[in-house]
Structure formats: C-alpha cells, structure tokens
C-alpha cells in the first residue's frame, strides 16, 4: 500500500559542488580593478636626525591654502588657480637674486633661496572640495615636471623622456619635491 502523503525525494547532494565550483570559478575569473589616485612616493627615512629637524627658513616656504569655498589661498592672498603653476615655477625657481614679481609686495619679496631649499606648504581646509585638491596637485606636479624639463634641455640638450637614469638623478637632485601637507612651523 503507497503512502499518498509523501512527496518523491530529490537527491540534493551534488547542488553543493555545484555551487562550490561556481564559487571558485567566479573568483578566479573576476578581476578587481586597482584603485586610482595621486602617485607620490614618501620620502625616504633620514638619516640624519639633524637634518630632518633643521629649521626652515620663511623665505623658503610657499603656503598654499584652500578653504571650504575651493578659494585658493598662497600665502594668505586670494588667488586665482590659473595662476598656481607660474607662481610655483616662480617661487621654486627663484634662486634669490632673481626678483619674484608674485612675491614683491605679498610679503614674499626675497623667496627661495634655491630650488633645493625651497619647500611647499599644501593646507587644506576639512570641507575643501576634493576636486579643488586634484587641481592644486596637477599644478604642482606640472609646475615640477615643467622646471625639471627646462632644466634637462639646458644641461644635458634632450628631453626629460630620452635621459638616462643617471641622468634623471642629476635633474630630480636640481629639483627636488620638497611638499608637505602639514603645515611647517
């Protein structure tokens, strides 16, 4: 006599394998793509404490601030940020006995002794749109890239892109990236 009550069983045994494989397959396939964001590498270590805490002079500094409008401020003065690039060019590139014309009369008036010793201070507001801190680093970055690029055709008569890595050693020791996002005392 058959049991109306019961319901045929379906063999579910293999549906965990097959889940598992489906698993594994999809991990192995998937790719994850990298996060974007701005390429820098962190200075080395120092090795001389006494060099890492040697004081900066005023002259050296260039302090570039932004608010929470996206207003960009260079050494407390409200500039505009087409003007970013040429003022940084200027400031690196000073060299001290060239006049900085951004400088006279902002209270910058003998800035950068060297392109060695010149140093950028970078302080963003909290609320400073994130777009605002894009720009100010495409300009730094360019203002560099610009400098050493100038620099390679005077000294060794070809791009930046055709040097060697010696070569290129010499021209990053010419300009150095001296930026900070804390703000220098």
Known sequence: ?????????????????????????FLVSTTIPNDKGIARILPPPCKNKADCLAEIHERNILRITTNDNGELLIANIKTPMNELRSVIKEFI?????A???????????NSSDNPNKASISLN????????????????????YNELREEYSNKIFQKKISQLTKDEFSIIKEAYPYRITEADIK
Not at 3 to 22: C, E, H, R, V
Not at 93 to 97: A, F, G, H, S, V
Not at 99 to 109: E, F, V, W
Not at 126 to 135: A, E, L, M, S, W
Request: charged share 15%; glycine share 6%.
């Open 124 to 143: 963003f507001q909290r609320n400073t749109p994130y777009k605002y801190f894009i720009q100010v680093q495409n300009e730094l970055t360019a203002s």
């Open 1 to 25: 006599m058959r049991n109306k009550n019961t319901s045929p069983q379906l063999n579910a045994g293999g549906m965990a394998d097959i889940a598992f494989l489906l698993l594994i397959f």
């Open 99 to 109: 006049s900085c014309t951004y400088c006279q009369g902002k209270g910058l008036a």
């Open 93 to 97: 590139d000073n060299n001290k006995d």
